[in-house]
């Protein structure tokens, strides 16, 4: 898998503080989608896989919070470029050798379904650029202070894209769930 982290630990730090911070999101939905229809099991599964995902967030973002204020122009230049190649989560890589669009139905269902959405992810974004201070940076290069302008508007760009993406509902089978057909 290949994160586009081109071996910089800025990007590498600040896509783990997404991934991190996106798996916790989705295990506690899960959690809560399981406990909602009566899987008591299932739902503490994902719950202590969530808070596992949790502590694993909490020591990323500490650590590019430090980039932030150790050398704020690069590590801002970073979370822009990161965030213009967009996150993508390991899972993108799933195959069950015939679907070669299973992530993207995957994640239509998931969206949908509400474990992960487009707002958890302008939520997400908000919530790191806001524990990040990055509005609050000042002393940026002029390439620093664009890159700053991008992510700080990008939560509510992709709140505006995702209410657009409405759709007439599909099906598709998965193969895990033995061909049973599922709406996307």
């Avoid at 590498?12 to 099991?41: C, L, M, P, V």
């Avoid at 596992?52 to 430090?66: L, S």
């Avoid at 204020?69 to 799933?94: F, G, S, Y």
Wanted: proline content about 3%.
């Amino acid at each position: 898998m290949d994160p586009r982290t081109e071996n910089s630990p800025y990007l590498g730090f600040i896509y783990t503080s997404f991934q991190e911070r996106a798996t916790f999101i989705s295990h506690g939905n899960t959690a809560r989608h399981a406990k909602e229809y009566g899987d008591s099991k299932l739902a503490q599964i994902c719950g202590t896989i969530a808070s596992d995902e949790k502590r694993h967030e909490t020591a990323y973002t500490k650590i590019v919070e430090k980039l932030f204020e150790i050398d704020p122009d690069a590590t801002v230049l970073a979370l822009a470029d990161m965030m213009r190649k967009k996150i993508t989560m390991p899972a993108h890589l799933m195959y069950d050798g015939r679907d070669d669009n299973l992530f993207d139905h995957f994640s239509s269902v998931a969206q949908r379904l509400g474990v992960y959405t487009a707002k958890d992810y302008a939520d997400m974004l908000e919530f790191l650029v806001g524990r990040w201070k990055v509005e609050d940076i000042t002393g940026l290069s002029s390439e620093g202070r664009k890159a700053q302008d991008y992510v700080c508007g990008l939560p509510q760009r992709i709140r505006r894209l995702a209410l657009g993406r409405a759709k007439k509902p599909q099906y598709v089978s998965f193969s895990w769930i033995f061909d049973k057909q599922v709406k996307l």
